[in-house]
Antibody, heavy 115, light 111 residues
């Protein structure tokens, strides 16, 4: 049973960097692509980016200049960094596994950007 | 404005059949990229419902089915149940954006 769990601060100040970690159990992060998706309150899903353990990555063009996704194979974790955040980045952030599609999702973590 | 267009809402009575549309363009669905569908129950994370246009993951009832034609895709639910009340999202790849795109989502109300 694959499980993903997001962790990180629930409150980030404007202009600072949002940092989240996803801990994976039941699968090795060397086996699949891993992704971050977010959902602003009351709105739809927005793809942030994905990465493969080989280093192959792809990011949403609208966020590319501010986003970094990295993998830590020793801890079986992957992380998200989003810089220069504003209130528009307030959302529930989901980490997920990608095979043929996004087949496993974390429960999500709400990150609020506010001073 | 989402690259993939979904109607905001759909409704149906228990036992009925409902369909959800997902309209794209020549740079995504029309280019042959697969469409996937997700169900998001209130307050929960999305769940994969259909992958590769018409394939059901293990555990998804055969009441759910997907299809694709031209620049559009559809999700159908037969034998509608109260527990199906949720938001449904389509997702594909867009070559113009060089990335994944989601539809805006459709809220299903079971009357």
């Amino acid at each position: 049973q694959v499980q993903l769990q997001e962790s990180g601060p629930g409150l980030v100040k404007p202009s600072e960097t949002l940092s989240l970690t996803c801990t994976v159990s039941g699968d090795s992060i060397s086996n699949s692509y891993w992704s971050w998706i977010r959902q602003p309150p009351g709105k739809g899903l927005e793809w942030i980016g994905y990465m493969y353990y080989s280093g192959t990555s792809n990011y949403n063009p609208s966020l590319r200049s501010r986003v970094t996704i990295s993998l830590d194979t020793s801890k079986n974790q992957f992380s998200l960094k989003l810089s220069s955040v504003t209130a528009a980045d307030t959302a529930v952030y989901y980490c997920a596994r990608v095979t043929a599609a996004i087949d496993y999702w974390g429960q999500g973590t709400l990150v609020t950007v506010s001073s | 404005q989402s690259v993939l267009t979904q109607p905001p809402s759909v409704s149906g009575a228990p036992g009925q059949r409902v369909t959800f549309s997902c309209t794209g363009s020549s740079s995504n669905i029309g280019a042959g990229y697969d469409v996937h569908w997700y169900q998001q129950l209130p307050g929960t994370a999305p769940k994969l419902l259909i992958y590769g246009n018409s394939n059901r993951p293990s555990g998804v009832p055969d009441r759910f089915s997907g299809s694709k034609s031209g620049t559009s895709a559809s999700l159908a639910i037969t034998g509608l149940q109260a527990e199906d009340e949720a938001d449904y999202y389509c997702q594909s790849y867009d070559s113009s954006l060089s990335g994944w795109v989601f539809g805006g989502g459709t809220k299903l109300t079971v009357l």
